[in-house]
């Protein structure tokens, strides 16, 4: 799959997921396990903690979603390969986060959403508001694509697929 095609699906897909199950960190994550056939049910329900801004609000699940694909892509395998195992993923990972935060103006989702993830009222709420889901749908669809943008770079400096 091309790498137009490969955006194109993971845009959409993220996006569907969103709109229709929420769980942004999910939505990006399982777009690419389907796209590039990584599909691991452990993984995807761990995510499921980094929704919310890890459901207080703090880094958009969008972009922490996002960051794992990446690590699933060039992070490190195991941990007998030390801090240089680490130091592969630094760079898309930084170019990920400084997108984000250029595109939106904040990587915290309390700030993107308007939303207090400790008050059950203002979830409720945030749920409830179409003006801004709709919001947090183009945001997990662009995330998507961006990660989409950055992998085949990654790869092909490092050499690696799993």
Do not use: N
């Not at 761990?46 to 609000?57: D, F, Q, T």
């Not at 400084?98 to 989702?109: L, V």
């Not at 207090?116 to 979830?123: A, K, L, S, T, Y």
Request: aromatic share 8%; charged share 30%; net charge negative.
């Amino acid at each position: 799959m091309s790498q137009e095609e490969l955006k194109r699906k993971v845009g959409v897909l993220a996006s569907r997921y969103e709109e229709e199950f929420h769980g942004c960190s999910q939505a990006v994550l399982l777009a690419f396990q389907e796209a590039l056939g990584l599909k691991d049910d452990l993984l995807f329900r761990a995510a499921g903690s980094l929704v919310g801004g890890m459901y207080s609000g703090l880094t958009c699940g969008a972009l922490t979603g996002g960051l794992l694909v990446i690590g699933m892509r060039v992070g490190r395998r195991k941990m007998e390969e030390g801090l240089e195992g680490l130091l592969e993923s630094f760079d898309p990972a930084q170019r990920l986060v400084k997108w984000f935060e250029a595109e939106y103006g904040t990587t915290s989702c309390r700030e993107l959403t308007g939303t207090d993830w400790f008050d059950m009222e203002q979830v409720m709420l945030f749920l409830r508001s179409p003006d801004k889901l709709k919001e947090c749908v183009k945001r997990v669809g662009k995330t998507a694509e961006k990660v989409a943008e950055i992998i085949p770079e990654m790869e092909e400096r490092s050499g690696s697929q799993p």
